[in-house]
């Protein structure tokens, strides 16, 4: 565990092994490298619960930030899952309280995804954000992505708590071949490649190396 700050990261999980297996969630659990912006070890908290594929375990709660006087304080947690998954879906579970209740995500946050950790696509953006028991589902148009990146924008205050924090219990990624609409997603600044020789409709069309074939 490194708990020196370099750069903005405060705090980061690299497991001791390295492996890939074929699961419906693309993060293999224990696999993920870890990056986030502040880390609260204590009762059940710490990031290495983030992606360990366990929910509802009081045990394991997941992450959480440190807690902040200010909701619009910055935390953020990033996800590398150490090789570039095609991916359309990613899942954010809540961390739970106890057996029927659970904590809110932040009330504002955005969702970011990288393959090479320097050029990031924001794929989502939340306000007013009301979380949702189990998976909160956030669909992406398809394309191949290392790494997720989730910001607090506004975090969220529990009643009983004077602080605000930002925590997560689960994330994963999935690829369901879920056909989303142009319409229903914004890529800002992107540039699509086509090719009617060497191209294939199954790719990103991201790069020249991955284009289209039609439009």
């Given at each position: 565990r490194?708990?020196e700050?370099?750069?903005n ?7 001791d092994?390295?492996f890939?297996a ?10 993920a490298?870890?990056n ?7 009762d ?5 619960f983030?992606?360990?594929g ?14 902040n ?14 090789r570039?998954?095609y991916t359309?879906?990613i899942g ?14 932040p009330?504002?946050f955005?969702?970011?995804?990288s ?13 007013e954000?009301?979380?949702q028991?189990g998976?909160n ?8 992505i ?18 605000y ?8 990624a ?5 056909i ?5 997603v914004t890529?800002p ?8 020789s ?11 190396e991955s284009?289209?074939?039609t439009?």
């Amino acid at each position: 565990r490194n708990e020196e700050e370099t750069g903005n990261i405060i705090a980061d999980y690299i497991p001791d092994t390295e492996f890939y297996a074929d699961t419906p969630n693309i993060i293999v659990p224990n696999s993920a490298i870890i990056n986030v912006s502040s880390n609260l070890e204590s009762d059940g908290w710490d990031i290495k619960f983030v992606a360990d594929g366990k929910t509802g375990d009081l045990e394991a709660k997941g992450w959480s930030s440190e807690g902040n006087s200010a909701i619009e304080a910055n935390e953020w947690i990033m996800v590398d899952m150490r090789r570039t998954h095609y991916t359309d879906r990613i899942g954010i579970y809540p961390a739970i309280k106890d057996e029927s209740t659970f904590y809110s995500l932040p009330l504002e946050f955005a969702i970011s995804v990288s393959r090479d950790k320097i050029n990031w696509i924001e794929v989502i953006k939340e306000k007013e954000y009301e979380t949702q028991n189990g998976e909160n589902v956030f669909r992406i148009a398809a394309q191949n992505i290392r790494y997720i990146r989730i910001e607090s924008i506004r975090l969220n205050k529990e009643n009983d708590e004077e602080k605000y924090f930002m925590r997560i219990g689960e994330i994963k990624a999935f690829y369901d071949q879920y056909i989303l609409r142009p319409k229903y997603v914004t890529v800002p600044n992107a540039t699509y490649y086509v090719s009617s020789s060497e191209g294939s409709d199954d790719n990103d069309g991201l790069s020249e190396e991955s284009p289209w074939k039609t439009l």
